[in-house]
């Protein structure tokens, strides 16, 4: 359980009891104790078992792959997968490679609905490079419509484990990973992947940056 599930089902919980002493109204009453329950759900941060192994790259974020393409950057070629994050999947973050942090960018945006392709340009989001010893992988917290928070706990420099917890989108939002382009693609548009635990693909030994 991430530590704000326990903030706000606590004060939730709270504000249901002076609801009862003061009203004894079960109805009204239980309009913060279902909202207590549902954020003690969400902010739920379940055990995940990481594959180990050279190579591989997994998912940042539990959702549904929308998107999986070989696009042109300013760097290069790159394999870019979308995942997007509906509410009710576990939001928090997971690191896809292990390495060393070598970029952290949060950028102001917009709160656009996460489907939408132009959320990735537009949107708030955190963008972050690991240079995993051989090979860069980015990858993109994105705000949506709903998340209007997203927590990054990493910083340049930092040294990471593959599958290690680094922050949250609050509420629905997406992730974008960005790999080399010789990245051999391990899930398909339309798979429900699992922060930490599915692997998104396997980038060959001597890979490219």
């Given at each position: ?7 706000y089902?606590i ?6 009891v002076?609801?009862w002493?003061g009203?004894r ?11 207590a329950?549902?954020f ?18 997994v998912?940042?974020g ?16 790159r394999?870019?997968i979308?995942?997007f994050?509906?509410?009710?999947d576990?939001?928090?973050n997971?690191?896809?490679?292990g ?9 102001e945006g917009e ?11 537009k949107n708030e989001?955190?963008l972050?490079t690991i240079?995993?010893?051989?090979y860069?992988?980015?990858?993109k ?29 609050k509420?629905?939002?997406?992730v974008?990973?960005?790999m ?7 899930v398909?548009v339309?798979q429900?992947v699992k ?15």
């Amino acid at each position: 359980m991430v530590r704000d599930g326990y903030f706000y089902g606590i004060a939730l919980l709270a504000v249901a009891v002076i609801v009862w002493f003061g009203t004894r109204m079960p109805g009204l009453t239980a309009v913060p104790v279902l909202l207590a329950i549902f954020f003690l759900w969400f902010f739920r941060d379940p055990a995940r078992t990481v594959p180990q192994g050279p190579g591989l790259v997994v998912s940042p974020g539990d959702g549904r792959v929308e998107e999986a393409e070989w696009i042109e950057t300013t760097a290069g070629s790159r394999l870019r997968i979308t995942i997007f994050l509906s509410v009710f999947d576990v939001h928090v973050n997971r690191v896809p490679v292990g390495g060393t942090v070598s970029l952290v960018e949060h950028r102001e945006g917009e709160f656009l609905n996460a489907m939408k392709p132009e959320s990735a340009v537009k949107n708030e989001q955190t963008l972050v490079t690991i240079d995993a010893d051989g090979y860069h992988v980015s990858f993109k917290q994105i705000a949506g419509l709903l998340a209007r928070r997203i927590i990054c706990r990493l910083q340049p420099g930092d040294r990471v484990e593959r599958g290690q917890r680094m922050g949250m989108i609050k509420f629905g939002s997406r992730v974008d990973v960005l790999m080399p382009a010789e990245t051999e693609l391990r899930v398909k548009v339309g798979q429900y992947v699992k922060g930490g635990s599915t692997v998104l693909g396997y980038v060959p030994a001597g890979g490219l940056n």
